[in-house]
């Protein structure tokens, strides 16, 4: 790493005036350490290094902004960094203002940004305040669901930040809100097919959502109707019986033939765990049950390969399928487990995580030996030349 002259040398070279072709050399070298653990740790120890380049964000040069974000990227995704980058940096008030901006261009790197500070709660109750203050979390929201906000940024990363921030139950509060109507606007975006980000980001928000028990009811009433947005990316063309179509939500009834499921596996968990979620209270496991879950979860069983998310809809099929618990017990969300019994089932889970994780490398194995084996057929039969 760099001595103290040769880093003071170095920040010499991060100033506006500083010729370019030297300001690009000095730039590229950072951008360099920021991509490793070692280098960002020693930037760490180098504040005034940062907040040089904080200010190149603004220089008059594209290229030298675009490494200037990439290094920001960098080290916003080392979370020993991120108290630096928010209290002696001082990014959050830029990075607030350029992104309300509809013409700036680096908006997309801007949102990666705020999603990596927002991965933790401690520094995402920074970022939650001073969203607030500066911001507001509606004109995020605003930003999020009008498309083209910005024509020279797809601002999919505002999925994943909305994602984050609900993990603070001030932001879920706002979500919930009845009177203005936020929860409404992100669901369309549970099957937005351009990007999997922005889809697993809103299905995320929407999972940590469904933590607050007190708004099931509400949730699954027809003021929001979230089970449709929920269903509809874990079903398939399968066809069902006359009985079980005429049971469910309108929008899952007699889908087309070449009707796709969620294609990534983490958003279909991400789903069935938002389904689980709201079959913690009796309102929430009737409302699931008269609108004939089931059978989208048998067919969807059937179809899934992936053995943690088969593990996920096996857990929400017990609960449809099952008993219902004893008379005070209905809300599991608020029933009181003693400490060594919650042991032994978390235990009991790292176990089950263990086994999953197991079963999938034997599953990814297998099919890496079928593929050879298939080859090697299609080679003796002439079909690969």
């Known amino acids: 790493m760099l001595s103290d002259s040769e880093a003071a040398e170095l920040l010499s070279f991060l100033t506006h005036s500083t010729r370019p072709d030297v300001k690009d050399r000095a730039i590229e070298y950072i951008l360099g350490l920021s991509g490793h653990r070692d280098g960002c740790r020693f930037l760490r120890s180098k504040p005034d290094l940062l907040v040089a380049l904080f200010t190149l964000t603004s220089d008059p040069s594209i290229a030298v902004v675009k490494d200037c974000y990439r290094i920001f990227i960098n080290l916003s995704a080392d979370e020993t960094l991120h108290q630096v980058l928010l209290t002696d940096v001082k990014v959050l008030p830029v990075l607030l ?226 008993d219902e618990p004893e008379q005070g017990m209905e809300n599991l969300m608020e029933v009181e487990i003693p400490e060594d019994v919650e042991e032994k089932l978390k235990e009991a889970d790292t176990k089950e995580q263990q086994e999953l994780e197991k079963e999938k490398r034997k599953q990814e194995e297998g099919e890496k030996n079928s593929d050879v084996e298939q080859t090697e057929r299609e080679q003796e039969c002439g079909l690969i030349k």
């Open 97 to 322: 203002k350029n992104l309300l901006d509809p013409e700036y261009w680096f908006s997309d790197q801007i949102c990666t940004i705020l999603s990596n500070l927002t991965r933790h709660e401690k520094t995402c109750k920074t970022v939650f305040r001073v969203l607030q203050e500066d911001v507001g979390l509606a004109k995020l929201v605003e930003i999020f669901c009008t498309e083209d906000y910005n024509k020279k940024a797809k601002l999919h990363y505002l999925g994943p930040l909305l994602s984050n921030l609900t993990q603070l139950p001030d932001a879920r509060n706002y979500m919930m809100d009845k009177e203005r109507c936020v929860v409404q606007r992100l669901l369309p975006y549970t099957q937005y097919q351009a990007s999997v980000v922005r889809r697993g980001g809103v299905i995320g928000t929407l999972r940590n959502c469904c933590f607050d028990h007190v708004h099931h009811e509400w949730l699954l009433s027809e003021a929001v109707d979230i089970l449709p947005f929920l269903l509809l990316p874990l079903a398939g063309p399968e066809e069902l019986s006359e009985e079980e179509n005429e049971g469910l939500p309108v929008d899952l009834q007699y889908l087309p033939e070449d009707k796709k499921r969620e294609e990534d596996p983490d958003i279909r968990t991400m789903l069935l765990e938002t389904l689980l979620l709201l079959t913690a209270t009796k309102a929430g496991r009737d409302t699931l049950k008269e609108k004939n879950v089931y059978p989208i979860m048998r067919e969807f069983h059937r179809w899934e390969k992936d053995v943690h998310v088969t593990a996920a809809c096996e857990k929400l099929v017990q609960v449809l399928i099952g």
